[in-house]
């Protein structure tokens, strides 16, 4: 391996399928409500950055199987660069979603042979001399540690998601984990609709101060706090009502990653950011488009919503 890909923003992660069930307007199920699609968090973001009309690579990890071949096949032509790519011996990962009737969804998974995914990625990122310009967006999970680290040493522009599940049960816990894993990261995004304001300002702050050089913290339909080292300020989300809350803080961080690569803020990032979390809240179709992007934020009078 000789160049890393031409992009902005460059999303690392494995890919699963997803089978997405959606209600078909009774307590019954028929065939023509389920879905088939590549998941997981990184092939999320990769596929709602092109949905957004932003170049993306996705350096992925995947089993050895036919499986895997169809969901970069199908990766690749929704517009996402997949020429950087490898593999594990053993089955791709598969991920059952049943979407329920008030926008909330519940999960079941086989996670197959993707048992660790940061080391067999972070020999690939390793091999890639990336830009500076460049945006690494990096799952926060513990199997991503060696793939966090790497990057951060090779002085990329980490952007990583913490909302790990089980490290959101109480403010302390995700402060003991998430902490210890921010130094060197660009931006880190937490999970906080579950927490105090104050747990969750604190915990941003205590990120700043472990070595992360800005803080998203979402809280749902509540927007998001927006932390620096001069402090932290609340960021006002869009109301809207939600239909498929799957992916949605997936959109989140592909938002996100579209206006920070654009040139914007972090504060005014996180505004586009909303916009295309909310709008894909508002439909079972997956991602946003750019057009209720673009019509959403007009609404709010934010009429330079291009991001270029």
Request: with cysteine.
């Amino acid at each position: 391996m000789t160049g890393a890909p031409d992009v902005p923003v460059v999303v690392f992660g494995d890919v699963c399928l997803h089978v997405t069930v959606h209600p078909s307007g009774s307590d019954e199920f028929c065939a023509g409500d389920v879905k088939l699609d590549p998941g997981g968090s990184a092939a999320m973001v990769a596929l709602q950055l092109a949905a957004l009309e932003r170049r993306v690579a996705m350096v992925g990890v995947s089993g050895q199987d036919r499986l895997a071949e169809h969901l970069r096949e199908r990766l690749i032509a929704s517009g996402v660069d997949c020429s950087r790519w490898t593999s594990v011996a053993g089955n791709t990962a598969r991920v059952a979603i049943l979407v329920e009737s008030d926008g909330g969804h519940r999960v079941i998974v086989d996670h197959g042979d993707m048992k660790r995914p940061g080391e067999a990625l972070s020999t690939l990122a390793r091999e890639l001399p990336l830009r500076d310009d460049v945006l690494c967006y990096v799952p926060g999970f513990p199997d991503y540690d060696p793939l966090r680290v790497a990057l951060v040493e090779q002085g990329a522009r980490v952007v990583c998601d913490f909302g790990f599940r089980p490290w959101l049960t109480d403010a302390a816990t995700a402060r003991d984990n998430i902490v210890s894993r921010v130094n060197g990261v660009a931006i880190a995004i937490c999970s906080g609709a579950s927490f105090s304001e104050g747990d969750n300002r604190a915990l941003a702050q205590a990120c700043i101060a472990g070595g992360a050089a800005g803080v998203v913290t979402s809280l749902g339909s509540r927007g998001c706090l927006v932390s620096d080292a001069e402090g932290t300020t609340h960021q006002a989300g869009f109301a809207t009502r939600a239909v498929n809350t799957l992916g949605a803080g997936d959109s989140l961080v592909a938002g996100l990653l579209a206006a920070l690569a654009d040139g914007r803020s972090l504060q005014e990032a996180c505004v586009f950011a909303q916009a295309v979390a909310a709008m894909k809240i508002t439909t079972l179709s997956r991602p946003a488009t750019v057009h209720g992007v673009r019509a959403l934020l007009a609404t709010a009078g934010d009429h330079d919503d291009d991001q270029r």
